[in-house]
Every structure is written in C-alpha cells, then in structure tokens.
T-cell receptor
C-alpha cells in the first residue's frame, strides 16, 4: 500500500526566503507525482506534475524534483511571497498507467510573513 | 463549464439522515474522482469513474456510501444513514483521460468541495 509523507507539517518564513518542501513515498513504482496548492475553503490547484521518467519540472518560482528510486520529491519555492501562503500537497499515482487514484500526503502548511 | 462545480457547498444534517452530494465535471472530461478530506487528515480516495463505470471504488468506507455517474457527466455521491464520522469536505476532481489510453499526464482539476457536517 502506497503511503505518502510530507515534511515539515508546517513552515513559517519571512518574505523573500527560499524554501524546500519534502515529500516521500513508500512504493517507488509510481506513474507520476503532482504537487498541489490548497487555499482555505477552496479546492486544489495543480502546480507541477512530474512523470516517472522525468527528474524535475519548473514553473516560475517553483521547481519540483523527483528521485523515484529513493522515493522522494522536493518542491523548491524561490523568493517566497505572502501570496504563497497555503497548504501544499504532494500526490503520487502508482502503477504503470495514467488511470487510477492519487495517494496524497497530509500536506505542509506554509505561512509567509510580510 | 469552466471548472468543476460541486453542490451544495455546505450541508448540515442530522445523524441518520441521507445526503446527496453532486459533482458537475468540466465538459468533455472522461474521468471523475471523489475524495474526502477530514479535519486534520489528508485527502482520502473514495471512488474513480471512467465514463459511467467505476473501475476503482475501493475507497468507499462502508456500504452506506455509493456513487453513480450518468451520461458520462454529472456524478452523485450518496451517504445513507449519516454518522458523525462522515463529517468532512468531499472533493470531486475530473480529468480528460481517453478510454483505452494508458499514457498521458492525466492532470486533475478539483472542485471547491462540499462541506458536510453531521450533528
């Protein structure tokens, strides 16, 4: 059974800092991995998706890396802003196809202070 | 529609009552997922639809939970004889995943959720 763990559970930083969120998964036979952002009272917004054959993906100030063999992914946020405050969720799709469920971690609650 | 629409956004009910939660996916999206997010918990998978069929309903917690999808579009999640532990935010997501295709990113778009409170 796939299990996804995110560290830290919460993070509070001043504006402008670069930061790293960590995600680990127990079964390395994944199809892809996604990072989501969740704002209070809202649904999830997909940030980055990394296929199992890829090592990293970048979008603006965000960079996600994937080390499938060690069961780890990191989300790097550069020059953090107060608007980045949200819960960040990591999710993996297991198996060899694009079907099927995503298994989520419990998230990292990020607060960026002005 | 422009996004995934869920209704009601908030539902308060008494223990023992039945509730129905509705999900209207993005037009043309073939796959539809239901997840549950309880207070302090991560997202818990409930069921996945491809078209009108459910290849994976392994996450439904008990036989009080059921879901259907009609016309390859709208889905309804029904909880019978609600219990206090059913209180959670129920999230729906959809994606375009052609039937028979096993590759592709299959990026999910989530709705805002239905918050269920069972008193």
């Amino acid at each position: 059974k796939q299990e996804v763990t995110q560290i830290p559970a919460a993070l509070s930083v001043p504006e402008g800092e670069n930061l790293v969120l960590n995600c680990s998964f127990t079964d390395s036979a994944i199809y892809n991995l996604q990072w989501f952002r969740q704002d209070p009272g809202k649904g999830l917004t997909s940030l980055l998706l990394i296929q199992s054959s890829q090592r990293e993906q970048t979008s603006g100030r965000l960079n996600a890396s994937l080390d499938k063999s060690s069961g780890r992914s990191t989300l790097y946020i550069a020059a953090s802003q107060p608007g980045d405050s949200a819960t960040y969720l990591c999710a993996v799709r297991s198996g060899g196809t694009s079907y099927g469920k995503l298994t989520f971690g419990q998230g990292t609650i990020l607060t960026v202070h002005p | 529609g422009a996004g995934v629409s869920q209704s009601p956004s908030n539902k308060v009910t008494e223990k023992g009552k039945d509730v129905e939660l509705r999900c209207d996916p993005i037009s043309g999206h073939t796959a539809l997922y239901w997840y549950r997010q309880s207070l302090g918990q991560g997202l818990e998978f409930l069921i996945y639809f491809q078209g009108n069929s459910a290849p994976d309903k392994s996450g439904l917690p008990s036989d009080r939970f059921s879901a259907e999808r009609t016309g390859g579009s709208v889905s309804t999640l029904t909880i019978q004889r609600t219990q206090q532990e059913d209180s959670a935010v129920y999230l729906c997501a959809s994606s375009y995943q052609p039937l028979g295709a096993s590759s592709g990113a299959n990026v999910l778009t989530f709705g805002a959720g239905s918050r269920l409170t069972v008193l």
